[in-house]
């Protein structure tokens, strides 16, 4: 007799439903993804036993509260889950790459360091991110400056070039940008590291 295999979203619908038995089917369906998804970043067999157990938690916590919407995508809920609990590890035990707020805003130093171990690309991407959306808020001129300066890697002489302005003039709109980047993290009080 062939034996059905039950979705996951049936199961979810049976332990929401008072089948306990359904958890501990989904716990064993994706335990090694998800286990290996989390030791390949964090490379500690405790920690990752930690965050697995934790993401179940979370799992069980959202299902009983009625709070789980994601029909037919448990996998990348479960996924994300794991994954934003990886990042917050690395948050809580200052892990986070460090950079201070002395000279130009080094954040960018950190984000282009091509040496960042795996441990630290997750929040890399995530710092890739945000700082992207706090570049969209300059003004245009400020915008472009920065983005030539820091992702294209131009001097501030191929700048003025490029732009038809003078260095001191590219030099001031990358000032501004920084000044106004900052304001912006301070006014909205973005964290970017612990």
């Known amino acids: ?21 359904a958890l501990t089917i989904l716990i064993r369906r994706h335990k090694e993804r998800i286990y290996n998804f989390v ?8 920690v990752t036993e930690d965050i697995f157990q934790d993401t179940f938690i979370k799992v069980i916590n959202t299902l009983k509260r009625g709070k789980y919407n994601e029909e037919g995508k448990f996998l ?33 130093s950190v984000l282009s360091d091509d040496r960042l171990n795996a441990e630290n690309q997750l929040i890399k991407d995530q710092l890739m991110g945000d700082v992207r959306k706090l570049i969209e808020k ?15 890697d131009m001097s501030f002489k191929e700048i003025s070039e490029r732009t038809g302005v003078s260095i001191n003039t590219a030099l001031g709109r990358m000032r501004y940008a920084l000044i106004n980047m900052r304001k912006v993290i301070e006014k909205h009080n973005i964290v970017l590291t612990n």
Not at 141 to 147: A, G, N, R, S, Y
């Open 1 to 21: 007799m062939k034996k059905v295999l039950i979705n996951d979203a049936e199961l979810v619908s049976n332990y929401i439903n008072g089948d306990e038995n």
């Open 39 to 46: 030791y390949s970043k964090v490379y500690d067999r405790d």
């Open 76 to 108: 990348p809920w479960l996924m994300r889950i794991s994954h934003n609990l990886v990042i917050d590890h690395f948050r809580r035990n200052n892990r986070m790459p460090k950079f201070d707020n002395g000279g130009e805003f080094s954040i960018f």
């Open 138 to 152: 300059l003004p245009g001129d400020q915008k472009q400056v920065l983005l030539m300066r820091i992702y294209q």
